[in-house]
């Protein structure tokens, strides 16, 4: 089946980039997701990247995708301590009616 | 549009009792999903809904019934409470060829 995996914690200064990453073992996955998750909340899709791109660019954003390792990544340029958060990755194929999540990571920025 | 809402937002149970978790979306969505949230893992599939009358089990079904009779609204019956079952509920709804999946707020249950 379907696999998402993700490191469970990581801690950045702010000010300084902040790269989130992960894997699936999907070769069929068509679309991947990041999602923010802040405490008590929902969850925020902060940005997508379908199968065919190796990269995407919104804003602090970037999402680079390796399909060949099937390793997915999302760098925060200059992270601010309104981005700690826990952050999602999610992945969903062909003919699949929901996503696949990883476990999350949660991300601390330090002052 | 409000989107993809849920009520309640808290509720607490004591074992045995059953209740329903309402969600409802207003963009005319046709897939609609349920996902379960508990500490240190992602979301995991519970049910989830192609269209109205059309309902298909996910990865951690038992415990849980749905229908569909609408596009509109998608319920989540827990039929006799658990604690296993405390956790943070999401519903999420999207096009088939849309790309993005917007959840609801959540519901926070507590099973004692």
Known sequence: GEDVEQSLFLSVREGDSSVINCTYTDSSSTYLYWYKQEPGAGLQLLTYIFSNMDMKQDQRLTVLLNKKDKHLSLRIADTQTGDSAIYFCAETGAGRRALTFGSGTRLQVQP | ?112
């Open chain 2, 1 to 112: 549009n409000a989107g993809v809402t849920q009520t309640p937002k808290f509720q607490v149970l004591k074992t045995g009792q059953s209740m329903t978790l309402q969600c409802a979306q207003d963009m005319n969505h046709e897939y609609m999903s349920w996902y379960r949230q508990d500490p240190g893992m992602g979301l995991r599939l519970i049910h989830y809904s192609v269209g109205a009358g059309i309902t298909d089990q996910g990865e951690v079904p038992n415990g849980y019934n749905v229908s569909r009779s609408t596009t509109e609204d998608f319920p989540l019956r827990l039929l006799s409470a658990a604690p296993s079952q405390t956790s943070v509920y999401f519903c999420a709804s999207r096009t088939p060829q849309g790309d993005e999946q917007f959840f609801g707020p959540g519901t926070r249950l507590t099973v004692l």
